[in-house]
């Protein structure tokens, strides 16, 4: 095994960085890429490996890629596809729609002479039912590795506890052969693991193991907060107005978010810490209805480090309104502590594509640029979800072509999460560059504000924008590493902050409405009266800016460095 260091013992998420310490997650702008959608390589109409190392340059590497530093993979390893990738069968290698090992290692090595991380998706609190465990678990009663997974008797005939499956109805399902229930969190196809048997938590560090051995530069965990069960199996109370569905109104705190999650967590980045590089971790801590930061801040790890972030999914609730983002940055900055690091997201693989959240009319690009300007901006690492750069948007697609299990057969009513998960939008052509082949997704002409073809050539275009505010990213630490206050913080047409780093001071104004906006600063900005233009959605860079009255343009985005 390459790649091992000494295990260090730290107790907690400080540790000594300096500026040529600082972690590369913390400076890095992550990609998530949906891999069935990205790009088709074989003529399949699906996406693959081989697909994403054809477009690597896109991404980095060259003078005008894009200049993400990470890549996320949704997950890719063998599976029987019931929710597309998230019921694994097998965890050691890669399903052939995707390619194989050798295109998998391949893949790592282009990435990482492009200086871009690979990031795995880890789900491990269920497998498919088609996993190998699952199998002999189902096998007999008395299989070795039966208590791999949470089997219950029948109480009074019936299920035995109130537990739902967060896409709906009973999170037990009847297993006539052997005459038990299992659980499942997720769909029928995707039985939860035990984890409070020690061969399971050993197997799957095993496992883990064996990705880092390859050199994978991170995990992203799957609802890392669902993995231990009540070994009571008692009842989750409930709560008869909280929401539609019954898993809604329950207060899960018998089957999510327990405490010993926390401490194989805190094994697992001992784990992570043993090996060089920096190796990352970001778990998904889902909550629904969302909640504040509070519980994705004791992900970080309270008392011993866990993982380098969870997951911030606020922003993916907002609505179109300065207040509602105010509140979500103002949370997490009181939520974590000092060494914790924050992040943000606005669109993922589950939820409709912010273009589409905030669509109004003429003014959806102009939206769109300005959430963009934000993530690129804020204090904390962005995850940037695949297509947002060019406005791929959640068109509604025709019933007859879904295909995803919430949409088909758990929440009908709801059609599902396809609309986030539509082919890549390359150029003009046929299948707009994603296959030869008709794509598993219907795409559209609408379904983007631009192709990455037409976007490159167009110095206005949103593709431009987003390589622009990387490009400034990457050079201005402020916006990296600096710290972060809100300005301005009552006015509610703009969000305005400052970052600082040593005696680097950047302000970015964003004008969230279509109407002018022109006060006086105050004494806010403090002994400034004016500041150079990095970058503005409407005037010339490099341009002064002043600081005495905050003049800005509808909609009107801007970075502005303070000169001394
Ligand atoms: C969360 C993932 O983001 C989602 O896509 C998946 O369906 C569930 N976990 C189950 O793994």
Redesign the pocket.
């Known amino acids: 095994m390459q790649n091992k260091k000494k295990p260090q013992q730290k107790s907690n998420q400080s540790n000594s960085e300096s500026e040529d310490t600082v972690p590369w997650w913390k400076d890095a702008v992550v990609y998530q890429i949906y891999p069935r959608s990205f790009q088709d390589s074989n003529g399949d109409g699906i996406g693959d490996l081989q697909g994403i190392i054809d477009r690597l340059d896109y991404l980095n590497g060259k003078e005008d890629s894009l200049g993400i530093d990470a890549i996320w993979l949704s997950p890719i390893y063998p599976s029987p596809m019931i ?1 597309f990738g ?1 019921d694994i069968s097998d965890y050691h290698n890669i399903d052939p729609i995707f390619g194989d090992m050798y295109t998998f290692k391949i893949l790592l090595k282009e990435c990482h002479k492009r200086n871009i991380k690979v990031i795995m998706d880890l ?1 491990i ?2 497998t498919s039912d088609k996993h190998p465990w699952f199998m002999e678990s189902k096998s007999s009663i008395d299989n070795p590795k039966r208590d791999w997974y949470i089997w219950k008797k029948a109480v009074n005939g019936k299920v035995p506890n109130n537990w739902m499956a967060a896409f709906g109805g009973r999170g037990w399902e009847w297993d006539e052969s052997t005459q038990e229930y299992y659980f499942h969190g ?1 769909t029928v196809e ?1 039985p939860d693991l035990n984890w409070r048997n020690p061969e399971v938590r050993n197997e799957i560090i095993k496992m883990i193991r064996f990705w880092l051995d390859l050199g994978v530069d991170g995990f992203r965990l ?2 890392v907060n669902y993995y231990f069960k009540d070994d009571k199996f008692r009842d989750n109370p409930s709560h008869f107005f909280n929401g539609i569905r019954e898993y809604e109104r329950q207060d899960h705190i018998f089957d999510r978010n327990l405490p010993e999650t926390h401490e194989f967590l805190q094994d697992f980045r001992e784990l992570l810490d043993s090996y060089d590089g920096d190796r990352m971790s970001v778990g ?1 801590v ?1 909550m629904h209805p969302p909640g504040n930061a509070e519980l994705p801040a004791s992900f970080y790890g309270l008392e011993k480090k866990e993982l380098h972030m969870a997951f911030n999914f606020s922003f993916l609730f907002c609505k179109w309104d300065t207040r509602s983002f105010k509140k979500v940055i103002q949370d997490w900055e009181r939520n974590l502590k000092e060494d914790m690091w924050p992040n943000y997201t606005l669109s ?3 939820q409709k594509r912010h273009i589409t959240r905030y669509e109004k009319g003429n003014q959806t690009i102009l939206r769109a640029k300005i959430s963009a300007i934000m993530l690129l901006t804020l204090r904390g690492t962005p995850f940037l979800y695949y297509g947002e750069e060019i406005g791929m948007n959640s068109d509604s697609i025709p019933r007859k072509f879904i295909q995803d299990p919430l949409g088909v057969k758990y929440w009908p009513l709801f059609a599902g ?1 396809d609309n986030c998960r539509q082919p890549m939008c390359w150029n003009k052509d046929e299948n707009f560059g994603f296959s030869t082949n008709s794509p598993w997704l219907p795409t559209s002409k609408e379904g983007s504000i631009t192709n990455v073809e037409e976007g490159s050539k167009n110095s206005n275009s949103l593709l431009n924008l987003y390589k622009k505010l990387i490009t400034i990213r990457k050079k201005e630490k402020a916006l990296q590493r600096g710290s972060q206050k809100l300005l301005f913080i009552n006015n509610d047409k703009i969000l305005a902050y400052i970052r600082i780093y040593k005696e680097q001071k950047i302000i970015i104004l964003l004008n969230f409405t279509q109407e002018e906006t022109r006060f006086f600063s105050g004494d806010e900005i403090g002994g400034y009266d004016r500041g150079k233009v990095l970058f503005s959605t409407n005037r010339k860079e490099e341009s002064y800016f002043d600081l005495n009255i905050i003049a800005l343009l509808p909609y009107e985005g801007i970075i502005i460095k303070l000169e001394t």
């Open positions: 929710d998230y789900v609190n269920h997720f995707q799957d609802v998904e889902f993922n693989h589950d999460r």
